[in-house]
Structure formats: C-alpha cells, structure tokens
C-alpha cells in the first residue's frame, strides 16, 4: 500500500512552490496552481463567514466549472465536509439530499459571491447523524438514484487521503502529467482525475458537461492538450472513436487508458489500440462506497475477448466471493462479491440503508467492513475474476431465471451494437418479459431479425428479448454517464 498523500496539503505546497504551473484547463482557458489556490482561499474565506458551526457540512450544487473545483478546495483548506450531489437532480431530491445531511447552507459556485443565486439556505429537518466510527469527513458523495433518493456516502479524510497515495504512484500522476477528467463533479471517478492530480502536481483537463457528449470535442481535447491518462466510462471510448473515424492522427503521447463503471463492447475495445498505440490499458472495477477495488491490465496484443476479468484486488484491498449459501468459496464457482477497501465509506448517511450494505466478514476471519456489492461474480479456474451481472439483475421469466446485464452483453457483443439496455417488465400472461433497446451503428443496416438471430445463438429462449427497438441515435444516460435503463427501453 503506497502511503498516504492529504489532498489539500499537497496541492497548497504545489501551489507555493510552482504558482505559474498549469493547474486546469477548461474551455480553452488554463489556470494556474497559484491562481486556483487564490480562488480556493476566497471561497474558504465566504465559508468561514458563515453563521454557522465549522464542522457543520454545506451543499454544493452546480456543475463541474474550475468555481466548483475551487469551492470544494476551500472546504479541504476549511476542513469542512460538503455534500456534492449530482447537479441533474431535479429540485425536490436535492432539497432531501441537503436537509438529511444536515446542510443548511448550499452554496452555488459559479454565482456571483454578493449574487442572491450564490447561496440559499434551507429547512434541514430530521438531519441523520454520521455512522459510528466515521472520523473527519470531507466528501460527502451519492450514488445515482436514478428511481428514488440516492443513498449519501460520507467518505474520511483518510480514505480519501489513501486513495490518493495509491493512485499516484499507480500511474505515475507528477508534475508535467495531463490527466482528463471526463465524469462529473459529483462522481467518484474524480477522486482520481482530479483530486489525485491536483495533490501530485499534474494539469487536469476537464471536459464540459454541456459537450461530453461530442466526440470531435473530445477528440480535440486529447489532440491539443497532450492527454497522458484518461479514465472514463465506455461511452466515452464509442464517442471519441466514431470521431476518429474522420481522422487519421492517434494519441502516440497517452500512457494509461482506464475503463470503468459499465461493460466494454468487444468492438471498441478492438480499436482501441489503434487510437493508443503506446499507452497500457486498464479495466477498473469499483463502487462509489468503497472506490476502486480490483484492476486488471489489459494486453492489447493478446485475445481481448469480452467481458474483461475485473484483476486482482488492489494493494490493502481484501474481497471475498459469497455463494447462495452464505459460505464464502475457495475455488472456481459464482457467488455475491463483498470488498472491504482503505479508501472505503464507514457507511451510508441513512441507518436503515447502511445495515444491510455494510457487513462483517460473513465467517467472522477479521474485524475489517465490508460492502456487499451486489455484483454477481464467476472466479475461474486461475483465480481471474469476472463480473456476470447484479443480484437485482436477476428475474425469472416463463419460470427460468434470467439476468438481464448477461442478456446486455450478448447484445453489445454484435459488431454493429453500440449501446443496449434491456429491462423486464410485468407481463400479464408469462409473469416478465423482456424488453430492449438497442443503438447500432451508422451505416450498419442492423435489424431486428438479425439481432434476434443473434441472440438465439448465444441465450436460451427464455432470455431472448420480446421486443427489440433499434434506435440510431444514443440512449439515454444516468448523471454518471451510464444507460438509464428506466428511460432508454
């Protein structure tokens, strides 16, 4: 395990010793680290004149903006918690998220600071207390909660801290890296992207919201700025190659490309290669309660069949493969994952959602906690890890069970699929049936007939999709960058 670097320390010292060094980039202006620092000072400043207690949390709610990188600065240099939900939020779950935990100040960065819209206060009624053992808290993150309230993940300064060490020295992030941010703010992905670049020293490139989902502008941010490491999820890698496609150049500078979040389609990670001649490739694999967990180094040269394994724990990290029997498996064979990280929350903010998520280890081997995934797992005979699908996956139709993410992956794996979503639904004869929605490819003249061929080759019957709706243009997405299921289908 590499030692622990604190985030807001790290980045002052970069600061004062490299104030003209370049810090951000967005939208074609660049920030210095000294310029950030003076941002991230004023907005401790508009904290501390708060009426409020020190270690009472604020909400931030914007989106990602270098105003909203230097607030959450300033609550590091404030050692203040913050809540930083997701800013697609409509206004009622924001207004719940804020009252439970506790923020009666919510604070908008890219308003004028004397601007009425630069903060508000609010009701914060039955506030929930933090969970046993929580220490210092500083990101307060959530989950997606693209159907109901999303759970809120306190994360400690340590774990954060950890997290930081290990991803520095694993990528070797220094000063004179360029790193792209790609997720939102609010996504844990950028404990990595940016806070872990901004503690080393590094240039974080962070792509617009409002243009993440134009592939020639991220083409032309990796072009011009020099990208070195990008992590993203697989939308992003389909994007950024329908664009290449008009191009002949490739990234000859980039040295890590990281997958993560959702399934690679087999014909992406194809090309891949081509894009990143040079760089190592590396599919990741965690949860925004525990933080990365399990790495696997893909070999470019070799077979790149799909799904990818998810590796091997990563350095402190201890998981454990639980079968339907609540025993925990030695050997080959499938079962529920439970992680147990140093980067991990003490637990949801909400009682009733921690108990069930946030366990002991099933045998009672140590006193370490661990989180109960929820995904579905197969260990091979050489000890390689594959995720299969989710527990909440798992339906039954005409009697047979049927996990919808492995009828997902049968979808994505033609060559002319760029997205899929598949969901059941009530059914008033057989129960469920299932129902998808389909992206193909420009150009590729894919049908439901040869789709459905598809999948008769690869599914049982029971697990072919009833209706099959091909779509060209993108589906839907979740805040974290995902297919929303509820909407695409």
């Known amino acids: ?208 919201p ?17 990208v070195h490491v990008a992590q993203a999820v697989p939308m992003f890698y389909g994007l950024l190659l329908e664009a290449a496609q008009r191009f002949e150049q490739s990234f000859e500078g980039v040295e890590h490309v990281m997958f993560t979040g959702d399934a690679v389609p087999e014909h992406t990670l194809a090309e891949l290669p081509h894009l990143f ?36 724990p990563l350095p402190g990290v201890d998981a454990v493969i639980v079968g339907s029997d609540g025993t925990v498996l030695e050997g080959e064979g499938d079962g529920e994952l439970y992680v147990s990280t140093p980067f991990q929350s003490v637990g949801y903010l909400d009682p009733a959602r921690r108990a069930a998520a946030f366990v002991s280890h099933p045998q009672g081997d140590n006193n370490r906690s661990y989180f109960r995934t929820g995904d579905l797992v197969h260990r091979d005979a050489n000890g390689r890890v594959h995720l299969v699908g989710r527990s909440d996956f798992q339906v039954k139709v005409r009697g047979v069970a049927v996990n919808t993410a492995e009828v997902e992956r049968v979808l994505l794996e033609h060559p002319s699929v760029l997205e899929a979503a598949v969901l059941a639904q009530p059914d008033s004869v057989y129960g469920r049936r299932l129902v998808s929605a389909v992206r193909r490819a420009p150009d590729s003249g894919l049908n439901s007939l040869t789709l459905r061929g598809h999948c008769a080759r690869h599914l049982p019957q029971a697990a072919i999709p009833a209706q099959l709706r091909i779509v060209d243009d993108p589906l839907p997405k979740t805040p974290t960058g995902k297919v929303d299921r509820n909407f695409a289908v």
């Open 1 to 208: 395990m590499s030692e622990a670097i604190d985030c807001c320390a790290a980045f002052v010292a970069h600061a004062q010793r490299r104030p003209q060094a370049p810090a951000l980039v967005y939208n074609g202006q660049e920030i210095s680290y000294g310029d950030l620092y003076d941002m991230a000072r004023r907005q401790q400043a508009r904290l501390e004149q708060l009426p409020a207690d020190p270690a009472e949390p604020v909400g931030i709610a914007g989106k990602k903006s270098p105003a909203a990188v230097a607030l959450i600065l300033g609550c590091l240099l404030a050692r203040r918690p913050f809540l930083l939900p997701s800013a697609t939020l409509g206004e009622q779950l924001l207004g719940e998220l804020f009252s439970q935990a506790g923020c009666r100040h919510v604070l908008v960065p890219d308003a004028a600071e004397q601007s009425p819209a630069a903060s508000w206060e609010i009701e914060t009624g039955a506030t929930l207390p933090l969970p046993e053992g929580a220490g210092e808290i500083s990101f307060m993150l959530t989950t997606s909660g693209s159907t109901s309230l999303p759970k809120v993940v306190p994360l400690g300064r340590d774990a954060v801290n950890n997290f930081i060490g290990w991803a520095g020295a694993a990528f070797n992030i220094q000063p004179g890296t360029t790193v792209l941010n790609y997720a939102p703010l609010n996504f844990d992905l950028c404990l990595l992207d940016i806070w872990t670049t901004l503690a080393h020293g590094g240039r974080v490139v962070l792509v617009d």
């Open 210 to 226: 409002d243009r993440a989902a134009d592939g020639r502008h991220l083409f032309d941010l990796l072009a011009t700025y020099h």
């Open 277 to 312: 001649p040079k760089a190592r490739f590396h599919n990741i694999y965690g949860c925004t309660e525990t933080n990365d967990s399990f790495i696997h180094e893909i070999d470019p040269t070799g077979a790149l069949a799909t799904p990818l394994p998810i590796g091997t």
